[in-house]
């Protein structure tokens, strides 16, 4: 009988069932590794010039909106919220435009470090950024959506008809069919005409998390909040802020009087740059997120009353649907030469960085309510601090009994824009 000859594997094909083995192990590491790095599901930590930093992180690390960012999680870019700089004052002799003097827009800085220039001009390094990783858990809860649910309608998410692809990323337009952002994501005003109308904006949003999530939550729907350009997670909040029906505005750091220049980034619009470079770092800074309807100045004392450095940025923003409202009093000559759908701040509310504040905050309320009063409305500028959000909190509960009416911004620079026109 014959025995069956076991068959055995040729050595070389043991080999080669190794090293196959091998490198499906290896390119299945490599693919989770990829995937992490290009997803939100994992952290990357990625060096690359600045000048690149906007297109790569827009396009591989936008945050998800629908999903809070992490209060904890590492960045590469840190900002700390705005404050006050010793010595300086906040307020200044009455004016047009403002009762805050023309040094009132330097009394507050972004940041403690210079952020790097964006357009390639000044010199350049690397920067290390943490692409963060998926964020768990929900969104944190609108506090306020219980009891002011009927009056929080919601704002329009951006219209795609309402963007135009710039090589810094998308810029507002006027859409094809005559729309301007102006309108799209303006507010609208349901209250009485008949009585004061006041508009207040709440500044420097995105900077400091809890305040922003304070902001957002806890104002009425009829304060317009606006949002610093160099803030993480910019998308996410803007979008929470038009979810809880808040219309909202984009800041231009501009130049003031003041030797602090840095603490306006890299992107700032200077007297001393270029038309054609401040308009470049104008693209830059519009594309930070969209849905806004209107830009406004962060400081700029300087920039404002130079008219031929701020016409070609008003006339750039009245060409793409988009309103300014100025805080410096000095910009208005440089609008009427662009055409801009532009308005002036009546009085800037003084920030109150602790409770010492408060008393000059009602104080500068009140004042706010007789302006509208004898003017028939009023705008009010402020930041983002703590005591300053309680106390406009408390204030705003109380308008209607005063006879006055809460109105978004976007009403009453409509109103003041089409009064002008019919006068020209």
Not at 224 to 244: E, I, N, Q, V
Request: net charge negative.
């Amino acid at each position: 009988m014959h025995r069956r000859r076991q068959f055995r594997r040729p050595i070389l094909g043991r080999l080669t069932w190794a090293w196959l083995s091998a490198f499906g192990v290896i390119a299945s590491l490599a693919g989770v590794f990829l995937y992490a790095t290009l997803t939100d599901d994992g952290a990357g930590r990625i060096a690359l010039p600045v000048e690149q930093l906007e297109q790569f992180a827009r396009a591989a690390v936008a945050p998800q909106v629908n999903e809070a960012p992490d209060k904890n999680a590492a960045a590469g870019l840190r900002l700390s919220p705005p404050h006050l700089r010793e010595g300086e004052a906040a307020r200044g002799p009455e004016g047009f435009g403002g009762d805050h003097g023309e040094d009132a827009d330097d009394a507050l800085a972004y940041m403690d470090e210079a952020l790097p220039d964006i357009a390639g001009n000044d010199p350049v390094t690397d920067v290390i950024i943490t692409i963060d990783g998926k964020q768990q858990g929900d969104a944190p809860r609108d506090a306020g959506a219980a009891t002011n649910a009927p009056r929080r309608t919601p704002i329009p998410d951006p219209d795609p008809d309402l963007l135009r692809a710039t090589p810094l990323g998308k810029v507002p337009r006027i859409a094809p069919d005559g729309r301007k952002a102006l309108n799209a994501y303006a507010r609208p005003f349901r209250g009485d005409y008949s009585k004061p109308r006041i508009a207040i904006i709440v500044g420097g949003l995105g900077l400091n998390i809890a305040l922003t999530e304070r902001a957002i939550d806890e104002l009425p729907p009829e304060i317009s909040l606006s949002f610093a350009p160099y803030a993480k997670d910019l998308d996410f909040w803007t979008k929470k802020a038009r979810d809880a029906g808040h219309e909202i505005l984009i800041e231009l750091p501009m130049e003031g009087y003041g030797e602090n220049q840095q603490a306006l980034g890299g992107a700032a619009l200077l007297s001393t740059r270029t038309e054609q470079e401040n308009l470049q770092r104008l693209d830059w800074l519009l594309s930070r997120f969209g849905g806004y309807f209107a830009a406004t100045n962060y400081m700029g004392s300087k920039f404002s009353t130079n008219e031929a450095a701020l016409t070609p940025i008003l006339r750039k923003l009245h060409e793409a649907g988009v309103g300014y409202i100025d805080d410096t009093g000095a910009a208005f000559k440089a609008g009427a030469a662009s055409g801009a759908a532009l308005t002036m701040i009546d009085k800037i509310i003084s920030a109150a960085p602790d409770d010492s504040g408060r008393r000059t905050v009602r104080r500068e309320l009140t004042r706010l309510e007789q302006i509208a009063k004898a003017e028939g409305a009023a705008i009010g500028k402020t930041y983002a601090y703590a005591a300053t959000l309680d106390e406009i909190a408390a204030w705003a509960a109380k308008l209607e009994d005063k006879s006055l009416s809460a109105a978004p911004v976007s009403a009453i620079l409509q109103a003041r824009t089409a009064s002008r026109q019919k006068l020209n």
